[in-house]
């Protein structure tokens, strides 16, 4: 940093950071996460807390009121009526001021002191987003993740991350809380999410990240903790909602075509591939008419792979796997 950005920085008043929470009916949950965000080790005031109130009826809007004393630069965002989770993050963002934006889901919170991590590692290395870690909670349970990448602190390209088919990577990671995204990001529209998609657009958004960004740093910091299990959530859903996860591929497709990077194809058959297995692993948990729907899509989606490259990532997923979903209906 340059003397002259030193004298910038010191006189720039915007926030530290920001940190967009969308919240629906979060009441129950919300205290937990506001808590966590007075334990980061970061002066309050230069932490900017974006609350996206998506149409709540219970009592978030109370728990917000108990919590404006607390946190100087909390800013509240209502919407009147409910516009979905990738609504109200987008509408957090075009809110925030922050240098660095993140984000927290109003049922997880983040480790003490995991901001002040994260903001020291954006000092040291000047790239475009940072990740991290997490834990996932299942009631009093708690299991470690770590993001797939083994290097750390230092300065990465991107699209290393998304190769190759074989093992997860870090296009395959795509918890939104783990990432902590320069203004320059923002700013240049990448930080937004897909609001048409009703399920999956963290996908989605996660290729575009790696794809449209220039360079990223895993940090080893205290991470954030992921809320498994809880009631209403969206990754438990058994309706159409379901099927959006083959839209965020589709919409991955035309990036990749229209940027020509065909060369990562392979890897978007092989995830399908993947989510389609998890899918069938929870067959009875949909009706027949959405199952003959995503069964239906997914047959389209693949028909828009070269059949080598689909043959090559069936293979690859082994035979159990692949009878496992011919047996439930998708043509491979």
Do not use: C
């Amino acid at each position: 940093m340059t003397e002259g950005e030193v004298a910038d920085r010191m006189t720039d008043a915007r926030p530290e950071v920001s940190v967009v929470v969308p919240a629906r009916d979060a009441g129950g949950h919300l205290p937990d996460a506001l808590g966590s965000l007075e334990r980061q080790q970061v002066d309050l005031s230069r932490l900017e807390v974006v609350v996206v109130d998506d149409g709540s009826t219970d009592t978030t809007a109370e728990v917000l009121d108990a919590a404006e004393p607390r946190f100087p630069a909390l800013r509240r965002v209502h919407h009147a009526t409910p516009q979905g989770v990738s609504a109200a993050r987008n509408r957090g963002v075009r809110e925030a001021t922050g240098r660095w934006i993140t984000f927290l889901d109003p049922d997880d919170w983040y480790f003490p002191g995991h901001l002040a991590a994260m903001l020291r590692a954006a000092e040291r290395h000047d790239v475009d987003f940072l990740v991290s870690d997490q834990v996932q909670a299942y009631g009093n349970n708690r299991r470690l993740v770590r993001a797939p990448e083994p290097r750390r602190h230092v300065v990465l390209d991107p699209r290393s991350g998304i190769m190759p088919t074989s093992r997860s990577t870090m296009v395959n990671y795509v918890q939104v809380s783990s990432r902590m995204l320069a203004r320059r990001v923002v700013d240049e529209g990448l930080a937004v999410f897909d609001e048409r998609l009703p399920t999956a657009e963290d996908r989605e958004w996660a290729w575009r990240l790696l794809l449209g960004t220039r360079s990223y740093t895993v940090v080893d910091a205290p991470g954030y903790v992921y809320r498994r299990a809880v009631e209403g959530s969206l990754t438990d859903i058994g309706d159409a909602r379901q099927l959006g996860f083959l839209e965020a591929y589709d919409t991955v497709v035309d990036r990749l075509r229209r940027e020509g990077r065909t060369e990562y194809e392979p890897k978007v058959v092989r995830d399908v591939l993947a989510v389609l297995h998890h899918h069938v692993k929870r067959r009875a948990s949909y009706g027949d008419e959405v199952w003959r729907a995503m069964t239906a899509r997914a047959g389209q989606l693949l028909a828009r792979f070269d059949r080598g490259v689909v043959a090559q990532q069936v293979a690859g997923i082994g035979p159990e796997r692949a009878r496992a979903i011919r047996k439930e209906g998708v043509s491979l």
